[in-house]
């Protein structure tokens, strides 16, 4: 009997989660820091351009949307796998990717570019990554992109899942370079990263929001007429204008002080992350509680 309740208050308790009477809410993944495109502010609540965007788009088609921070190539895996709706995460638009993914129409242009240490004075150019280690972020366009020239410049790689932890490894001096898409590299430069940009930026293409092709809401399609709208209604704007500005100096400080104070630091990314994390550890803590359930049952 008590097992019974406990069944079915397992049940009534996730219920919530997953139904909506009149909107229909979409799990959309993300990175975990990728500023200005997603990032967690002083209070821990995740803002940025595809933040905002992803939510004018879901209010002017008439849908909700549950952001959820779970690291690049984790966000796209979990799409993959059916787990969640959308990706919305400063996603290039490749040939690769359309050939998997439905892709929406183009929303912010971009392009791979490499970064040094704010103190080297050696590395000047491609040429200089003879023999050096480069840092790169699992499954981006950028890291493909390095991994494209990195016979030709014969540069050794390392990968990491986050931007964060890939340009730590160039600021101690573990790794010598790293690629990352300019205009994220731009905005943490601009607001106290202590690294470089070097050379022009390779072409990479443009950002889009990913949902899986057989998505039987056609999200993509929600998505792109969106964007029309949110781009007709200069929201688009506004929403960019919020957070390239016209870069004040208050505006930058502002910057300065939400992304250095919690996007810099392990402790940051945690606290960030803590209600995915536990999340995480309800369903296993759910699943391994049923599996105990059952083997008392059968035993
Ligand atoms: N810009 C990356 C890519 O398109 C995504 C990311 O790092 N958030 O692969």
New binding site residues.
């Given amino acids: 009997m008590g097992i019974l309740v406990l069944l079915v208050w397992l049940g009534c308790w996730q219920a919530p989660q997953t139904t909506q009477a009149a909107e229909k809410t979409y799990v959309i993944g993300t990175?975990v820091t990728?500023a200005p495109?997603e990032f967690a502010d002083k209070n821990n609540k995740y803002i940025g351009i595809d933040i905002d965007l992803m939510n004018a788009v879901a209010k002017a088609e008439g849908f909700k949307v549950q952001i959820k921070p779970l690291g690049?190539n984790a966000a796209v895996q979990a799409l993959e796998a059916r787990q969640i709706d959308g990706v919305i995460?400063?996603?290039?638009i490749?040939p690769e990717r359309q050939a998997k993914l439905a892709m929406s129409d183009p929303y912010y242009k971009?392009g791979a570019s490499m970064a040094v240490s704010a103190k080297n004075k050696s590395i000047k150019s491609l040429a200089d990554l003879r023999g050096k280690r480069v840092a790169l972020?699992t499954?981006?366009?950028?890291?493909?992109y390095a991994l494209r020239l990195k016979k030709k410049y014969g540069f050794t790689t390392v990968t990491f899942d986050d931007?964060n932890n890939m340009y730590d490894d160039v600021r101690t001096g573990n790794s010598d370079a790293c690629f990352?898409?300019l205009p994220?590299l731009q905005y943490a430069i601009a607001t106290g990263l202590d690294l470089k940009i070097i050379g022009k930026p390779g072409k990479?293409g443009s950002?889009g929001f990913a949902t899986n092709k057989d998505n039987p809401d056609h999200l993509d399609q929600k998505f792109n007429a969106g964007l029309k709208k949110v781009r007709a209604s200069g929201e688009y704007k506004k929403i960019v204008a919020k957070y390239l500005g016209n870069g004040s100096a208050a505006d930058q400080k502002a910057k300065n002080a939400a992304v250095q104070e919690n996007d810099r630091s392990f402790i940051g990314l945690l606290k960030a992350n803590w209600g995915t994390l536990m999340g995480g550890l309800q369903e296993t803590l759910i699943v391994t509680l049923i599996a105990i359930i059952l083997r008392q049952l059968s035993g």
Avoid: E, N, Q, R
Wanted: proline residues 0%; without cysteine; negative net charge.
């Fill in positions: 990175d990728y495109f690049f995460a400063g996603m290039t490749t971009s972020k499954g981006t366009a950028a890291a493909d931007s990352d898409d994220v990479t950002y």
